[in-house]
């Protein structure tokens, strides 16, 4: 089966300035992720959704970043204005929310460098 | 809240040395526990998996058991290849939202 497809694998900003990440998840996957990996850290959950509803948001920061996922496939990340702290590979899962066991499947991630 | 502890980095082996890679957790309820593994310039992959106490999880050589009485699911192999160095991540899913909280990761690096 296809893997969890992102874009743009690479992407440098300045401050201030927006910019938007791509995910298009295995098909069939009702749920998806968005993670942010800082240098030298585990990802760290940004935002999951359930078909094209929202489950939890907690960590998003909102004043700054929205993600949206229409029709219940793809979803994009944006973040406006960005921050030199935004700098991190953001990265994309899909699961089948099966059993307890259930993987999440990741895709290569969008490495986002803020100058 | 869920937290996991990971050994710190960034380990060296020798090529059929044996690896461990600690790992501890604190979490509510009765949490499943991964181990994902990053190779240089990939994904994360699901490398191995345990659902419930002493359940041992397994895969290409690596192992792990769940150990509720100590909160640990400890990553092992045998004998390391070149092909083991990667970032590894120990994980642990909770709750009915199936989120998965990692730590921040060990680098191996095995040597020829």
């Known amino acids: 089966e296809a893997g969890v497809a992102q874009s743009p694998r690479y992407k440098i900003i300045e401050k201030r300035q927006s910019v938007a990440f791509w995910c298009n998840p295995i098909?069939?996957?009702?749920?998806l992720y968005w993670y942010q990996q800082i240098l030298g850290q585990g990802p760290k959950l940004l935002i999951q959704?359930?078909?094209?509803?929202?489950?939890?948001d907690s960590q998003l920061p909102k004043d700054r970043f929205s993600a949206e996922r229409l029709k219940g496939v793809d979803s994009t990340l944006k973040i406006q204005p960005a921050k030199l702290e935004d700098s991190a590979v953001y990265l994309c899962?899909?699961?089948?929310?099966?059993?307890?066991?259930?993987?999440?499947?990741f895709g290569n991630g969008t490495r986002l460098t803020v100058t | 809240g869920n937290s996991v502890t990971q050994m710190e980095g960034p380990v060296t082996l020798s090529e059929e040395a044996f690896l461990t890679i600690n790992c501890t957790y604190t979490?509510?309820?009765?949490?499943?526990l991964f181990w994902y593994v990053q190779y240089p310039g990939e994904g994360l992959q699901l490398l191995l998996k345990?659902?419930?106490?002493?359940d041992k999880g397994s895969n290409k050589g690596f192992e792990a058991t769940y150990r509720k009485e100590t909160t640990s699911f400890h990553l092992e192999k045998g004998s390391v290849q070149v092909s083991d160095s990667a970032v590894y991540f120990c994980?642990?899913?909770?709750?009915?939202?199936?989120?998965?909280?990692f730590g921040s990761g060990t680098q191996l690096t095995v040597l020829p």
């Open positions: 959704f359930q078909n094209n509803g929202v489950v939890d």
């Open positions: 098909s069939g996957h009702a749920t």
């Open positions: 979490a509510t309820g009765y949490p499943s």
């Open positions: 899962a899909s699961s089948l929310v099966r059993d307890r066991g259930t993987p999440l499947h």
């Open positions: 994980a642990l899913g909770s709750g009915s939202a199936r989120q998965l909280t």
């Open positions: 345990a659902t419930k106490a002493d």
